[in-house]
Structure formats: C-alpha cells, structure tokens
Nanobody
C-alpha cells in the first residue's frame, strides 16, 4: 500500500557532502512526521533528524550544525542534506514516515529499505 524509496547514498571523503531523498507513494491520505535514522554495524538504530508536518525540526546532537532536514509535502518527499561528513557518520540511513492511508483511521510507521553512506578518512 505504501512505499518509501530512498536515494542519494554513497561513498564520500571526510568533509564532503551528500543529500539523501526519500519519496513516499501509495494510498496516502496524510503524512505526519518524517525522519531519518541510521544504524552502524554493531549499533542500535538511532534518530538522526525529524521534521513534523508543520516544519518543526529536531536533530541528534552529533549532527547539529552539519545536517539539515527538509520536506516537500506536495511530493511526499523528505530530504537530508549532510555537510562536513565524518567517518563516524558511516551507517545505513533509513527513512521513516508516520502515514495514514485511505484505509486507516490512524498513523502508522513506515520504513524505507535503507541506503548506505560511507565516509572515508
């Protein structure tokens, strides 16, 4: 019913930039918060950045001042601009969205398939 498709990951040198995109499609009635999480090998999945339907944002302390989250509600798409990347940013990045479909009366969590970001030193 709902798909989240991510793009934009890859290999970059420390200090470089990447922009991740995540587009939601399907029988979408409404999207509440959208966000990006990441998981490095041996670590738990952690929140990187979150943006509400009203545009309020929240960031992990480790990325404040370097990453910026934004969304295009007309395109059901969320972006993550990552600048000044560090080797410790290396992880699989997952898109998340709280979506209500035309067949539901509440919002549920949906996840993308993940995109690898590798930062070399």
């Amino acid at each position: 019913q709902v798909q989240l498709v991510e793009s934009g990951g890859g290999l970059v040198q420390a200090g470089g930039s990447l922009r991740l995109s995540c587009a939601a499609s399907g029988s979408i009635f409404s999207i509440n918060a959208m966000g990006w999480y990441r998981q490095a090998p041996g670590n738990q999945r952690e929140l990187v950045a979150l943006i509400t339907s009203g545009g309020s944002t929240n960031y992990a302390d480790s990325v404040k001042g370097r990453f910026s989250i934004s969304r295009d509600n007309a395109k059901n798409t969320v972006y993550l601009q990552m600048n000044s990347l560090k080797p410790e940013d290396t992880a699989v990045y997952y898109c998340n969205a709280k979506i209500r479909t035309h067949y539901q009366i509440s919002w549920y969590d949906y996840w993308g398939q993940g995109t690898q970001v590798t930062v070399s030193s």
